[in-house]
């Protein structure tokens, strides 16, 4: 059957079947693509930065410290807002559930690579399902001992721990937190046998230790600064490549050895995978900026932060390498989601 042409000019025709296709083209793009639509004139309305922990602690630092900035350069009102729960998956399930148009973002933290090792039924994959735009910040873990501790060196108390294989301990704010993968990670890369002993929080970790009643931890400079500060912890070590302005007395685990130690909390920022290009381009310029102001700088240096700002192909890697980590212990502990 012969098709019949319309608007036939110089020998170009379009025939009923190829303008069906047309629009049929068209509205499939419309509607199933409508961030699209809005994209280069992203942001619109105000954007919501979900805080996945309860005020005051890292990530409530963060999203605070970075929104407020971040508004000025958008030209939109950014809200920080807190959602507890569930070790950071309300929060994580809550971004999930919003459209991908940018407007609502992620503060992102190790819990987030760790939970899958630790809870049954978790179903995102924060490198998948996310893209981190910015990995802002870091604060690299700390060996501690308190003051009155016999190890003057990292390798006073690796040599002791090696002569009594699972008699010294080490505290942990509990089961699966960042400080006892940390931990575990030591006893790894160090060929050493120690015990964790879980407890109720970061706070009561530290003070066990300063007690006497554990010997060692390895909280964040965060945590520790104000312990080494004031003299009653003593740091046999920081896990990192590079000495603490700070602390520039305090070696580093690279130095002495163990380049395989290097471990810190961190914080960014995400949207969902799906969010159009533009846009997360957009985020990763506005925050990029936002993070290289000195007022910013200095606001998280006070706080035990370190601002790293990566952008999105770094927070990848720094990502991977991250959940690698935290991978190769979970198989070493056999670690099973509860």
């Not at 809005?38 to 954007?47: N, Q, S, V």
């Amino acid at each position: 059957m012969a098709l019949r042409r319309f608007g036939k000019k110089e020998g170009v025709g379009v025939t009923c079947l190829s303008l069906t296709l047309f629009v049929t083209l068209g509205s499939f793009l419309m509607f199933s693509f409508p961030n699209i639509l809005g994209a280069a004139d992203y942001p619109t309305k105000p954007i919501q930065i979900i805080i996945p922990f309860a005020p005051g602690g890292g990530a409530d630092i963060t999203g605070r410290l970075v929104a407020e900035k971040i508004s000025s350069l958008l030209g939109q009102s950014v809200v920080a807002m807190n959602r507890a729960g569930g070790g950071g998956t309300i929060a994580t399930y809550t971004v999930l559930a919003a459209p991908p148009d940018g407007y609502t973002i992620l503060v992102v933290q190790p819990p987030h690579i760790s939970a899958p090792f630790l809870t049954k039924g978790i179903t995102f994959n924060i490198l998948k399902d996310f893209t981190t735009f910015n990995l802002s910040v870091t604060s690299p873990s700390v060996v501690v001992v308190r003051k009155e501790a016999p190890w003057h060196t990292l390798e006073d108390f690796i040599a002791d721990a090696k002569k009594n294989p699972g008699k010294l301990t080490y505290s942990t704010p509990g089961y699966g937190s960042t400080e006892h993968f940390v931990g575990e990670i030591f006893k790894i890369r160090t060929g050493i046998d120690i015990t964790q002993i879980p407890m109720e929080g970061t706070a009561p970790s530290v003070i066990a230790v300063l007690g006497g009643h554990i010997n060692i931890t390895f909280p964040h400079m965060g945590v520790a600064s104000k312990y080494l500060q004031a003299g009653t912890l003593r740091g046999l070590a920081v896990n990192d490549k590079q000495r603490l302005k700070d602390f520039p007395d305090i070696p580093t685990t690279t130095e002495k050895g163990y380049p395989g130690l290097i471990t810190a909390t961190w914080g960014g920022f995400a949207v969902r995978a799906e969010t159009p290009r533009e846009i997360i381009n957009k985020l990763e310029r506005a925050f990029k900026e936002a993070l290289n102001d000195k007022d910013l700088i200095d606001k998280f240096v006070k706080t035990g932060w370190i601002v790293q700002n990566l952008d999105a192909k770094e927070a990848a890697e720094f990502l991977a390498q991250d959940h690698q980590k935290k991978s190769d212990v979970a198989k070493a502990i056999n670690m099973v989601p509860k």
